[in-house]
T-cell receptor
Framework: GDSVTQMEGPVTLSEEAFLTINCTYT??????LFWYVQYPGEGLQLLLK?????DKGSNKGFEATYRKETTSFHLEKGSVQVSDSAVYFC???????????FGDGTTLTVKP | DGGITQSPKYLFRKEGQNVTLSCEQN?????MYWYRQDPGQGLRLIYY???????QKGDIAEGYSVSREKKESFPLTVTSAQKNPTAFYLC?????????????FGSGTRLTVV
């Protein structure tokens, strides 16, 4: 079945540092890929997405590129802020737009 | 504004009680989902529904039940058969068959057994 593997956390960075959270996937067909963010005590929010190879999703300074050859969708941000502290989930949705499969989440803490 | 509403935000259950968590959406989404999240862990799928009057078990359905009588509503009942129900419960909804369409999540219900 489909699966998503995320970089284990927690990740702790200083403000203005560069962020990378790795995500790789296994899927039959040609899934859509997503990153979600969860702030403490809240539900998940869609952060960005990509639907085909070499697509780059971007939002709020975060970016991720759909790499079919390496089955990856790594999340990056050039300069993190304290307000970026949250849990980040990588996910895929199968070709027929059925259920999504989520990674285990990566906790990011940004210190001033 | 359209959205998805979960209630209550906090819920306390006594041993042996059934409790029902509400999930309502006004996004006209076909599909709805229930997830359980334990501290420091990822999401585990409990039940999902792609259309009204139909639903399927997820990975951890034992001790839970759902109904989907209306498109807008997908309540989750945590029964007394669920031995360890203390967790954060998330409801989500989405359109079906639209490539690249993500999930919209509610703000969650935190259930505690007392």
């Amino acid at each position: 079945g489909d699966s998503v593997t995320q970089m284990e956390g927690p990740v702790t960075l200083s403000e203005e540092a560069f962020l990378t959270i790795n995500c790789t996937y296994t899927a039959t067909g040609y899934p859509s890929l997503f990153w979600y963010v969860q702030y403490p005590g809240e539900g998940l929010q869609l952060l960005l997405k990509a639907t085909k190879a070499d697509d780059k999703g971007s939002n709020k300074g975060f970016e991720a590129t759909y790499r079919k050859e390496t089955t990856s969708f790594h999340l990056e941000k050039g300069s993190v802020q304290v307000s970026d502290s949250a849990v980040y989930f990588c996910a895929l949705r199968d070709t027929n737009a059925g259920k999504s499969t989520f990674g285990d989440g990566t906790t990011l803490t940004v210190k001033p | 504004d359209g959205g998805i509403t979960q209630s209550p935000k906090y819920l306390f259950r006594k041993e042996g009680q059934n409790v029902t968590l509400s999930c309502e959406q006004n996004l006209n989404h076909d599909a709805m989902y229930w997830y359980r999240q334990d501290p420091g862990q990822g999401l585990r799928l409990i039940y999902y529904s792609q259309i009204v009057n139909d639903f399927q078990k997820g990975d951890i359905a034992e001790g839970y039940s759902v109904s989907r009588e209306k498109k807008e509503s997908f309540p989750l009942t945590v029964t007394s058969a669920q031995k360890n129900p203390t967790a954060f419960y998330l409801c989500a909804s989405s359109l079906r068959d639209i490539r690249g369409y993500g999930y919209t999540f509610g703000s969650g219900t935190r259930l505690t057994v007392v």
